[in-house]
């Protein structure tokens, strides 16, 4: 059985398309024709990977595959599942209800092999585009144990955590960083359009202007002049730091520097101190021995001077150690984490303590991202304040002594 993209016109006279799984482009013909959707082209699904790759949609950039969607998936198959219904027909009555095409793709194609008689995991490998390995790796400790239903509902509700702790730091940060773009926007189209008209009306007149108005001229004619100079500038500046950033040495030095920054160094700890707890926490709880778990944590984390610490806390634990130890060793995590997690495995509930970490932590992003944000906008709005009123100083000065200028 194939799986076929397919475009065509409802009862309706709208224009739809989707992916569906057919013996062949007839077979798949017959079935649309039930659902009153008249065929207007079929590809299979290489076929229309390769269309599509000539083929621009700017649609995709504002439907974009987000956890959101994995997590309400494997929460649907989760109770799919506990219902007692088979893995098999439970992807099926799953993936009839999915709407992303890339999603209903990727578990389309797992659906058949794992009917063709591979492992639910070993399908999901296929797509690590959709799939991340902590997700393919606590499906695998699911199947070994026999609690697939269980891990599926555990996974969903941590890819929820997740897309909540994200869009909270996002959506906080949105405004923002709006006006600072907007300042930026402002200031150029003063010192490009405004600035040169008004420094016009002074060129008649042999008085010296003052030195902030001659700077801003200046300023002003270089940006209008040599404007693909400094445009050319920022590309190729930009293009170099995210080389130097994607490179091992310059994302370690990067990611360092970052969390010694003031306020957003320690938010950025919290987030990074939240996602392991959480992560390390589900994965331990799902059954994934604690080695692979915490190198699939270590993927997670996004800051690679944390993840060298986990590195080294992974030795030590396969060296028969504890993990609380090199954690406070690096002074990397703050003692309260390191401390609920020395109580958790004296006590064997580790498992518990990073849950309890990961709470906590969010709780206090969530509350230091509302702190920056109010105090970022205020500040934006005086920087932005300061730059445009120090223009119109420039500007207004020479004008306003411009009956000096004529006598």
Excluded: C
């Amino acid at each position: 059985m194939a799986v076929f993209a397919y475009k065509g016109i409802n009862a309706s006279g709208k224009n739809v398309k989707g992916v569906r799984d057919a013996d062949n482009p007839k077979a798949l013909r017959t079935l649309l024709k039930r659902d009153g959707v008249m065929v207007t082209q079929i590809l299979e699904q290489s076929e229309a990977r390769k269309q599509n790759a000539r083929n621009i949609d700017f649609g995709k950039y504002f439907n974009r595959l987000s956890t959101m969607h994995v997590a309400v998936a494997t929460r649907q198959l989760a109770v799919l599942l506990r219902a007692g219904i088979p893995l098999v027909e439970g992807l099926s009555a799953m993936i009839d209800q999915l709407e992303h095409p890339d999603l209903r793709s990727a578990f389309t194609d797992t659906r058949d092999k794992v009917n063709e008689g591979k492992n639910f995991a070993d399908a999901l490998k296929a797509h690590p585009k959709v799939f991340e390995p902590l997700f393919i790796n606590m499906v695998a400790a699911g199947e070994a144990s026999g609690t697939l239903e269980t891990v599926l509902s555990r996974l969903a509700v941590f890819l929820d955590e997740q897309a909540k702790l994200k869009g909270k730091v996002a959506g906080a940060l949105a405004y923002p960083a709006f006006m600072a773009l907007m300042s930026i926007v402002i200031m150029i189209v003063m010192m490009t359009v405004v600035v040169p008209k008004v420094s016009a009306i002074f060129e008649d007149f042999e008085k010296a202007l003052p030195w902030y108005t001659t700077l801003l001229i200046f300023m002003s004619d270089l940006l209008t002049s040599y404007w693909w100079i400094f445009l050319g500038l920022t590309v190729l500046g930009t293009y170099l730091f995210l080389r130097w950033k994607r490179s091992p040495e310059g994302s370690v030095k990067w990611d360092a520097f970052m969390l010694k920054l003031p306020l957003f160094g320690q938010l950025l700890t919290m987030v990074s101190v939240a996602r392991f707890s959480r992560t390390l926490a589900t994965l331990l709880s799902s059954g994934v021995p604690v080695l692979e778990a915490m190198r699939i944590t270590r993927n997670v984390l996004g800051n690679e001077e944390l993840a060298k610490v986990v590195d080294v806390a992974r030795e030590s634990v396969r060296e028969g150690e504890g993990l609380a130890k090199p954690l406070k060793a690096s002074q990397k995590f703050p003692p309260i984490v390191t401390h609920m997690i020395a109580i958790g495995e004296k006590s064997g509930q580790l498992e518990e303590m990073l849950e309890n970490v990961a709470d906590a932590y969010d709780q206090q992003v969530e509350i230091r991202v509302a702190a920056m944000t109010s105090l970022l906008e205020p500040l934006i709005i005086v920087v932005m304040g300061g730059v445009t009123g120090g223009i119109a100083f420039a500007i207004l000065m020479p004008l306003l002594q411009i009956s000096d200028f004529v006598n």
